[in-house]
């Protein structure tokens, strides 16, 4: 029984963290969202790549990455303004033959060919000497041994190991956001590990209640996955993007926010005392929610241990804890705990010395 009791807690305790995991990683998504920061992310890498924002900015207003561009209800209105909207994402050929073409722009009459492009960069070259992303160029370009679609292919490994490195700031950056999410919706939530152990501990209708819920998330989330991956591929070419690119940045956007309502709505259905009550309100297992500067230090003081230890679980994030309910669950549903193991052995044992005994 102590067995059971210890997985049923952990489950409980482990469903809690992976819903306030949830709702961090939703708020993280709004707010890049809202403040461009996977686009701002990309122009800072191009930049970094081309040498400049002269450059940078010249290939991002071709027009084969200007159409990638979001169209704000204020485009007419807009040209005036400081900032422009950049696409988050750029895919490496259209970056390639882009920033070709604004080296050497093609012709309606006759194709390009190597040596127009070799020419072309060879006067920008002479023009500007210590030109970062000219020198980079030239030795693409004999790299690929003068032929133009090798000098583009060139130009798409280059693009995306700079991108990769970029994804590496970006992920950098935000597992020091996702930090300091967790530490806020901890705070937020009022979630104490320390105290919802003990509650969890001590009283068995809500700590049954509890597992039973997680038990239920990971059936349904299990049965999701399952059928993704049963669903059979579609037959033929991939059928063309339903959206803009634009409008696939404002649909995670929507999603976010519905993972956030949904993630926040679940948390409200424990019947865990978290988050703050009114004062003015009665009590319902929960803590006033400190109005002061005093009520706030004894506040911290109380559950600095516990939130500590929840920031930090939280901040592991979501991937983390479903994996881990998923094992405690499979441990839970193989059987009964190795502590009562010996015990149930012992218990047949003294019975059958009892039967020996008594013949």
């Known amino acids: 029984m102590f067995g059971l009791q210890t997985l049923d807690v952990a489950i409980g305790l482990i469903f809690v963290f992976l819903l306030l995991s949830l709702v961090v990683t939703a708020v993280n998504e709004l707010i890049a969202s809202w ?3 996977r686009s701002t992310t990309m122009w800072r890498g191009v930049v970094r790549l081309l040498g400049g924002e002269k450059w940078a900015a010249a290939v991002y207003g071709h027009p ?20 422009r909207k950049r696409p988050s994402y ?10 070709i073409d604004t080296l050497a722009p093609a ?10 492009l070799r020419a072309a960069l060879a006067a920008k070259l002479a023009a500007e000497p210590d ?45 020091w956001i996702l930090i300091l999410l967790a530490a806020a919706v901890t705070v937020w939530s009022n979630a104490d590990t320390i105290v919802i152990t003990n509650t969890l501990w001590r009283d068995p209708a809500m700590r049954s209640a509890l597992a039973a ?21 579609p037959a033929g070419p991939p059928a063309p993007p339903d959206r803009l690119p634009y409008e696939t ?25 978290l988050g703050w009550r009114d004062p003015a309100q009665d009590g319902d297992g929960r803590e006033p929610q400190p109005c002061g500067w005093k009520e706030w230090r004894d506040a911290v003081r109380r559950h600095f241990l516990g939130w500590l230890l929840t920031a930090l679980a939280v901040s592991l994030g979501a991937p983390f804890w479903f994996d881990m309910l998923n094992r405690v669950i ?15 052995q012992q218990a047949e044992g003294q019975k059958r010395n009892a039967s020996l005994s008594s013949t």
Not at 65 to 83: Q, S, T, V
Not at 107 to 116: F, G, I, Y
Not at 249 to 268: I, N, W
Not at 330 to 344: F, H, Y
């Open 249 to 273: 940045a404002e649909a995670a956007g929507q999603t976010a926010s519905e993972k956030f309502d949904e993630s926040v709505s679940r948390l409200h259905s424990l019947a865990l005392p």
């Open 35 to 37: 403040l461009k920061r």
């Open 64 to 83: 084969l990455i200007a159409g990638l561009n979001e169209k704000p209800w204020f485009e007419p209105y807009r040209k005036n303004l400081p900032f």
């Open 330 to 344: 499979s441990i839970r549903a193989a059987g009964k705990s190795p502590d009562e193991k010996p015990k149930t």
């Open 107 to 116: 012709s309606m009459t006759k194709a390009r060919t190597a040596e127009e």
């Open 90 to 99: 750029i895919p490496s050929r259209t970056f390639a033959m882009a920033l």
């Open 213 to 233: 819920q997680a038990q239920q998330f990971a059936e349904e989330n299990r049965k999701q996955t399952e059928a993704a991956e049963a669903a059979p591929a």
């Open 131 to 175: 030109s970062h992303l000219l020198q980079s160029l030239a030795v693409l370009l004999e790299d690929s041994g003068g032929e133009l679609e090798k000098f583009k292919v060139k130009i798409e490994e280059w693009f995306n190991g700079s991108m990769e490195r970029v994804t590496g700031w970006y992920k950098r950056r935000t597992q």
